[in-house]
């Protein structure tokens, strides 16, 4: 029962192509492009997991891997996001933290026990009196924490590590990103460009709406990425997530590799001359009773056709210069 | 590790390649009139400043020599005088 858009120029998905995968030990099919998330929730899911303490169900959120709730346990590795991981052909994924289902979670009574543990309780309140807290902590132990990792589990795949150097280093991709990039190359300067999503882009990528002269942010979007995957001396990483920015320009970055490349994962350390950060905003989320449950989002969402949404986002581009 | 420090002879490098020498003290004490207590002043008694420091660093992954460095050690940045910018 799956319900796409395929009218979209900004799809990154190719509805031809199937992908099977194992959710639940049931054999499912997602598309080409598909993240596991959206692989899941084409498939019906809308509870991915339950909070850690009190076992609220949890769904799709900020779609762009700012929040942990749809972590879950993909080929034996815990606390994957999914979100931003694509999906590969016979991945098997499994729900964590829970006892039954995370749509019909045993433990989701906890909610209720909110009085009992407020924010800011400690679980340590279980030492005393003493006695207690040997007892105590196989049950916390049961019921909280998120992913449950085997001993003897071995990370599949190959991993490497690149230490590059650059003159200026932008981190972010969207337009302004890229706008940079190409200034500085324009200079003659070495450029190495840093985007978190797979592709360039940015928030332009996903808008349909008219830029200048009947060009779409997407055309544009699109328009600038070949420009500077054209110039000579910006080298592009996407899908690296900066994870680090430090003294003396140190940028340290996760990259996570597609299936043309020869590693899985790798981690880049570089030192630049000068680095521009136009990574954007996140967005605040609204204050109100029950925001963080199923069916209320972040921005950037592209939903199913046919269904209401509720979206409250506030977003904002800005660009900070280092020298 | 986010520290460079300039070598005179190779220039601007990762702080990875260098080896810590311990602050700049001024010349080794005369022999004449060294007391056991001076010379342990001189051996282990730092400043430990907060602020610009001129300290000794050694090139040990590269061309190997010995020199000094101002470094100001509250934000781990090398300057290139011994007064504290603002």
Redesign the interface.
């Known amino acids: 029962m799956m319900s796409r858009f395929n009218h979209l120029p900004t799809l990154k998905i190719d509805t031809s192509d199937r992908i099977p995968f194992t959710y639940k030990g049931k054999q499912h099919y997602g598309t080409k492009g598909d993240t596991i998330a959206t692989a899941l929730y084409a498939n019906g899911v809308r509870i991915y997991a339950r909070s850690l303490k009190y076992h609220r169900p949890r769904g799709l959120y900020s779609m762009d891997g700012e929040c942990s709730n749809t972590m879950m346990e993909v080929n034996g590795t815990p606390n994957v996001r999914t979100e931003t991981t694509l999906l590969k052909p016979g991945m098997v994924i499994k729900e964590q933290n829970v006892k039954g289902s995370a749509k019909n979670d045993m433990l989701g009574f906890m909610d209720k026990m909110d009085w009992a543990m407020p924010a800011g309780f400690y679980y340590d309140t279980m030492h005393k009196p003493a006695g207690i807290w040997p007892v105590a902590m196989k049950q916390i132990r049961k019921a909280a924490g998120i992913g449950k990792l085997s001993p003897d589990h071995h990370m599949p795949g190959k991993y490497d590590e690149i230490y590059p150097s650059c003159d200026v280093c932008v981190i972010g991709g969207g337009p302004a990103g890229m706008k940079a990039a190409l200034a500085a190359a324009e200079k003659g300067l070495r450029v190495i460009l840093m985007e978190n999503r797979p592709w360039l882009g940015g928030h332009f990528d996903y808008r349909t709406t008219e830029y200048v002269d009947r060009q779409t942010h997407h055309d544009r979007a699109v328009q600038l990425a070949k420009e500077v995957e054209n110039t000579d001396n910006i080298r592009v990483f996407t899908h690296t997530a900066n994870v680090g920015a ?3 320009n ?1 940028i340290t970055g996760f990259q996570i590799g597609t299936e043309k490349d020869s590693f899985t994962e790798r981690y880049i350390e570089l ?1 630049a001359n000068s680095v521009v950060v136009a990574t954007g905003c996140i967005e605040r989320p609204l204050l109100f009773e029950n925001n963080e449950r199923p069916g209320r989002h972040a921005g950037r969402l592209r939903p199913a056709p046919g269904q209401y949404l509720w979206t409250a986002a506030r977003q904002d581009r800005r660009v900070f210069h280092r020298p | 590790m986010a520290l460079t420090i300039t070598c005179p002879i190779c220039g601007k490098r990762n702080g990875y390649e260098f080896r810590y020498g311990g602050e700049e003290k001024g010349p080794r004490p005369d022999e004449k009139d060294l007391t056991p207590e001076s010379w342990c002043d001189y051996v282990h008694m730092n400043k430990c400043v907060a602020g610009v420091q001129q300290e000794w660093w050694f090139h040990r992954d590269g061309c190997g020599s010995w020199f000094t460095i101002f470094r100001d050690t509250t934000t781990n940045l090398e300057k290139e005088t011994p007064e504290a910018q603002e």
Do not use: G, K, V
Request: a positive charge; hydrophobic letters at 20%.
């Open positions: 430090y003294n003396n140190l030192r």
